[in-house]
């Protein structure tokens, strides 16, 4: 026959032996649900503006574990450019964040980048940091290229019928600087079949004085 005393202690080891079950399956569940992750900052990343074909300071990319586990990049090429406009989004070399690197918790590593826009207008990219143990990372890049474009209008001068030897009344096409970018003028010249009978005025317009000629910039106009 179990005393009491025998029956309260069976009771107090049971209630035991469950207590360290529960905490031992506590303890499973924490860790299985414990991961690495990247967090790629800033996000987006603003270039500026930057002429086309002409590279921007390069910057740094920060990709933080800001998981509860060690992250271990990719074995091959971790950092990658991708989106709408990846060419324009240079990956510098110097960079931390390089194969089968192991990030602790809370550690980072640095991907150097530099904007070189091959067009005018607002360029955009993605920038992914992979990693084969943990999750990795991206972040958005953004900058804008600045590019002149110029615009001749009308598409034609008809001088109509000129006496020979004899000056038509002048006719003038206007010269627009559509682009985002400081348009320099260099020269104006005349081809086709037969320029020796057109004559560009001497000065005024575009041409301010002789070989002399205007700056114009993003919307200015002048006339030739």
Avoid: H
Avoid at 79 to 97: A, E, H, R, Y
Avoid at 185 to 202: C, E, H, V, W
């Amino acid at each position: 026959m179990l005393t009491n005393w025998m029956k309260l202690g069976l009771r107090i080891r049971l209630l035991l032996l469950m207590a360290a079950c529960i905490t031992c399956l506590l303890g499973s569940t924490s860790s299985a649900s414990a991961a690495g992750q990247l967090t790629v900052s800033p996000s987006p990343f603003d270039f500026g503006s930057v002429l086309v074909g002409q590279t921007g300071g390069g910057n740094q990319i920060i990709a933080t574990n800001t998981g509860d586990a060690l992250v271990v990049l990719a074995p091959s090429t971790p950092v990658s450019i991708s989106g709408s406009n990846p060419s324009d989004f240079l990956d510098q070399p110097g960079g931390t964040c390089i194969a089968n690197a192991v990030i602790g918790v809370g550690g980072q590593c640095i991907v150097g980048v530099a904007f070189r826009p091959t067009a005018g207008g607002s360029r955009s990219a993605t920038l992914s940091v992979a990693a084969s143990v943990g999750l990795g990372g991206s972040g958005n890049l953004t900058g804008l290229g600045l590019a002149p474009q110029a615009s001749l209008t009308p598409g034609s001068l008809d001088f109509g019928p000129v006496p020979l030897n004899t000056t038509s009344s002048i006719q003038a096409f206007t010269l627009l600087n559509e682009g985002n970018a400081t348009l320099t003028i260099t020269s104006i010249a005349k081809g086709g079949s037969d320029p020796a009978q057109f004559r560009p005025l001497a000065v005024g317009g575009c041409e301010s004085s002789p070989g002399v000629f205007l700056v114009l910039g993003p919307g200015d106009a002048c006339d030739v």
